[in-house]
Nanobody, 114 residues
Framework: QVQLVESGGGLVQPGGSLRLSCAASGRIFSINTMAWYRQAPGKQREAVAS???????NYAESVKGRFTISRDNAKNTVYLQMDSVKPEDTAVYYC????????WGQGTQVTVSS
């Protein structure tokens, strides 16, 4: 079993920055992909960014150039650096790990508002 725990969410002003973390624990296979998803009220969950264990990354068009995903394999932790945030980035952000199975974290709220 794998557990994912997100942290770092909160209230941030437009144009500001926030850093999310997701720590994985349990039986984790070395080859995996970790990702961030988000879900705004009344909307479907959408992919934000992903990173493989080899370091390859992908981003949603809406966050390219503003968000950066990274990971520390030794700590089984993935990060999402959010810069130049906008009100439309407001959502619950979820961490996902895919290896032999798919695991989700419980989510962390990010609110962008002045």
């Amino acid at each position: 079993q794998v557990q994912l725990v997100e942290s770092g969410g909160g209230l941030v002003q437009p144009g500001g920055s926030l850093r999310l973390s997701c720590a994985a624990s349990g039986r984790i296979f070395s080859i995996n992909t970790m990702a961030w998803y988000r879900q705004a009220p009344g909307k479907q969950r959408e992919a934000v960014a992903s990173i493989t264990s080899a370091g390859s990354t992908n981003y949603a068009e809406s966050v390219k150039g503003r968000f950066t995903i990274s990971r520390d394999n030794a700590k089984n932790t993935v990060y999402l650096q959010m810069d130049s945030v906008k009100p439309e980035d407001t959502a619950v952000y979820y961490c996902r790990l895919v290896s032999r199975d798919t695991y989700w974290g419980q989510g962390t709220q990010v609110t962008v508002s002045s």
